[in-house]
Structure formats: C-alpha cells, structure tokens
T-cell receptor, first 114, second 115 residues
Framework: AQKVTQAQTEISVVEKEDVTLDCVYE???????LFWYKQPPSGELVFLIR??????QNEISGRYSWNFQKSTSSFNFTITASQVVDSAVYFC???????????FGTGTRLKVLA | EAQVTQNPRYLITVTGKKLTVTCSQN?????MSWYRQDPGLGLRQIYY???????DKGDVPEGYKVSRKEKRNFPLILESPSPNQTSLYFC??????????????FGQGTRLTVV
C-alpha cells in the first residue's frame, strides 16, 4: 500500500529562520513521483515541485530546496530565510507511475512570525 | 491560461437537498478526480475518471456520484447531502504525457456546509 506521512502537524518559526518540513513515503512501486503543494490561507493548492524516483538530485529554487533520499524514503522540503508569506499548509504527495492516483500526507501548517 | 474551474466556491445547503459542484478543465487532460479536505486528514480521493465515460471510486466515495460525459467536465453530485459531507472539495486534472505523471492541477476549491 502507498502512504505518505507528514509527522509535523504544525511548525512555528520566526522570520528569517530556516525550516525543514519532513515527508516520509511508502510504496512498492519502482517508478513513482513525489510532489509538494502549498496551500496559502486563501485555500488554493499551489504546485511547488515534482520529482521522479530515478532522480535523487537535490533541487533548489530560490529560497526553496528539496532533499530526496530513497534510502530513507524521504522527500524533505527546506525553506531558507523564511518569510511571513511562506505561512501556509504544505502537502507532500506520492503517485505511482501510470496510476493517476495521488496519495497526500496530512499536511504541515507552517507559521512564520514577524 | 491553463486552469481548472470549480463552481460554486462557497455553498451552504440543507440536509437532503441535491446539489452539484461543477468542474471544468481546459488542458485536454485525460484524468480528473475529486478530493475532499478535512482537518487532520489531508486530501482524500472521492472519485476519479481516466477518460470520458470511465469513472471509478476513490477512497471515500459513499454519498457521492460523478459523471464524465465530456472530457473537460467532471461534476460531483451529492444526491442527499448530510452534515458529515461538510468539507472543502477540490477538483483536479492531470495527464500521463509520455508515461510521466504530471503534477495535478487543482481547482480553487468549494467550501460546502451542510446544515
């Protein structure tokens, strides 16, 4: 069975601190895809990144970076120098190749305090 | 602009009164699905559709119906809503271009309250 675990329910940091959101997944598929979405207070779901299981390179996009480690089945998300606008709920998701099904974690609420 | 459009954004209804939430996408995606989001539970899939006239149950299908008569539209129907269906609903579409799962594109969400 496929499963995504986001153990951190809520995290609070002070602006400019770095913060890492954890994501641990379970799957028997050899080919799969991992995603991160952001849900700001306005409620929409904003796509952040997709990573396939064959690409373990870390990715950096501005203040955002992602660390994918197959050995620990983790796909962690780090925000460097956090800002108030980063306050949101962040979801990690998993999809097996060709399945069309996305398994979501329960989300981590990030509060960045000014 | 590529988008998934849901309507309405907000809806308050009474128990037992049939309602439909519409969803339309303009990306020619084969795959569409409905999710509900509840506190502490994340997003759970209600129904999905692989293509026109092809639908199947997700993880929490009870009390819901869907149809896929056209590729772009995937309405969610609550025949007899109950208070436990109060939730935030999202429609999503995606494609399997070249065997690669694309990201799911989500609508803006429909906040439904059943009293």
């Amino acid at each position: 069975a496929q499963k995504v675990t986001q153990a951190q329910t809520e995290i609070s940091v002070v602006e400019k601190e770095d913060v890492t959101l954890d994501c641990v997944y379970e799957t028997r598929d050899t080919t799969y895809y991992l995603f991160w979405y952001k849900q700001p207070p306005s409620g929409e779901l904003v796509f952040l990144i997709r990573r396939n299981s064959f690409d373990e390179q870390n990715e950096i996009s501005g203040r955002y970076s992602w660390n994918f480690q197959k050995s620990t089945s983790s796909f962690n998300f780090t925000i460097t120098a956090s800002q108030v606008v980063d306050s949101a709920v962040y979801f990690c998701a998993l999809s097996g190749r060709g399945t069309y099904k996305y398994i979501f974690g329960t989300g981590t609420r990030l509060k960045v305090l000014a | 602009e590529a988008q998934v459009t849901q309507n309405p954004r907000y809806l308050i209804t009474v128990t037992g009164k049939k309602l439909t939430v519409t969803c339309s996408q303009n990306m020619n995606h084969e795959y569409m699905s409905w999710y509900r989001q509840d506190p502490g539970l994340g997003l759970r899939q209600i129904y999905y559709s692989m293509n026109v006239e092809v639908t199947d149950k997700g993880d929490v299908p009870e009390g819901y119906k869907v149809s896929r008569k056209e590729k772009r539209n995937f309405p969610l129907i609550l025949e007899s809503p109950s208070p436990n269906q109060t939730s935030l609903y999202f429609c999503a579409s995606s494609s399997l271009g070249g065997g690669v799962n694309t990201e799911a594109f989500f609508g803006q969400g429909t906040r439904l309250t059943v009293v």
